[in-house]
C-alpha cells in the first residue's frame, strides 16, 4: 500500500513537476544533488537578489517579494545551505538589506505590483498595503539574516532588533495566525545556533511555540484535506519533532488519511481557489 501511494505520487511528479520541485523530490528521495536544486532555484531570482515568477505558486508576480524570497529560503533550509558565499544566499541578504518592500521594521507580506499578474486573492495588495502588522514572513526572513549574514554588515543589527521585537510580540500574542506559528518554528531553530543577545526568555518561547502549534491543528478531522486547515504535517516532518509528543494520535491519523485519499492521479485534492484567474489557477493547482 505505502509502496503503491508512492509510486502513484512520483509518477505525477515526473509527468507534471517544475523543475525545481522534481529536483527537490529527487534530492530527498532517490538520489538528487543539491546542486541540480539549486541550479533550479537560481532561475527565480532576480538581479536584485529577491525571488518571484511564481516560485509561491500563488502569485506569478515575476518581480521580488518578500514572500517569494521567503519561499526560496525555505528551499535552502530544506538543503542546509547557509553559506554566506553562496551566490544564491548572498543575493537573498543584499535584497533583504535594500530597503526594498519594507518599512516599519517589517518585509511587506504583499506588494502592490502583485496586482498586475495572476494571483490568489490573499497576494492583492490594497492602498493600505504597507500597514502590515504580521510577521508573516518577517520573522523567518530576519532569523535567516541574522545566522547567515555578515556581523559586520550595517544591517546585521537591525535584523537582530527586528528578530527581538518578533518574539516579544509573539510572547504578548493570543491567537497567531497558523502561517506566522511557521515562520516563528524557523526563528526557533535558528535562535537554537545564534549568539542574539535580546530580552527574552527562550525556554518559555520554545514552550508558547509547542502549545500554539497544537492549538492551532484542526481537531476535527472531518475538515481535513476538504477546507483549509492546519493539518500536523504542517509542523512536524518526523516524530523528533518537539511538537510531535501529544500529537501521535493526529499524526498516525493523517498517515492513515493519506493513504486512503490519494487521487488516481497521484495527487491530493488542492483545498482552496482563486476567485479570478481560473486558467492561471488550473497550472498552479497542477504545479
Known amino acids: 500500500m505505502v509502496a503503491q501511494t508512492y509510486l502513484k505520487a512520483r509518477q505525477f511528479i515526473y509527468r507534471n513537476a517544475r523543475p525545481i520541485d522534481l529536483t527537490r523530490f529527487q534530492y530527498h528521495f532517490e538520489n538528487g544533488t543539491k546542486k541540480a536544486v539549486l541550479d533550479a532555484l537560481a532561475v ?46 548572498k543575493g537573498i541578504l543584499n535584497y533583504l538589506a535594500s530597503g526594498q518592500d519594507f518599512g516599519n521594521d517589517f518585509w511587506y507580506g504583499v506588494v502592490p505590483s502583485n496586482n498586475d499578474f495572476p494571483h490568489a486573492p490573499w497576494w492583492s495588495a490594497g492602498a493600505d498595503f504597507q500597514e502590515t502588522d504580521t510577521y508573516n514572513p518577517t520573522a523567518s526572513l530576519a532569523s535567516f539574516y541574522v545566522k547567515v549574514g555578515d556581523k ?8 537582530e532588533e527586528i528578530v527581538a521585537k518578533a518574539v516579544k510580540s509573539y510572547m504578548a500574542s493570543a491567537k497567531p495566525d497558523m502561517h506566522e506559528i511557521y515562520c516563528y518554528i524557523n526563528l526557533l531553530d535558528d535562535l537554537r545556533e545564534m549568539d542574539v543577545s535580546a530580552p527574552f526568555d527562550y525556554e518559555r518561547f520554545k514552550e508558547k511555540l509547542i502549545q500554539d502549534v497544537h492549538d492551532s491543528i484542526e481537531k476535527d478531522t472531518s475538515l481535513w484535506q476538504k477546507e483549509y486547515v492546519s493539518m500536523p504535517s504542517e509542523f512536524i516532518r518526523s516524530q523528533e519533532s518537539i511538537f510531535y509528543p501529544g500529537l501521535e494520535d493526529l499524526v498516525a491519523y493523517e498517515v492513515k488519511l493519506i493513504r486512503e485519499t490519494q487521487l488516481e492521479s497521484g495527487t491530493w485534492q488542492v483545498t482552496w481557489k482563486w476567485s479570478d484567474y481560473a486558467r492561471e489557477f488550473a497550472i498552479s493547482s497542477n504545479w
Open 44 to 89: 527565480y531570482q532576480n538581479e536584485d537578489g529577491g525571488f518571484g515568477h511564481a516560485l509561491e505558486a500563488d502569485s506569478w508576480n515575476p518581480n521580488s517579494t518578500p514572500i517569494q524570497t521567503w519561499a526560496a529560503t525555505e528551499i535552502l533550509r530544506e538543503l542546509d545551505v547557509f553559506d554566506l558565499q553562496n551566490p544564491i544566499v
Open 152 to 159: 559586520q554588515h550595517p544591517f546585521y543589527k537591525k535584523a
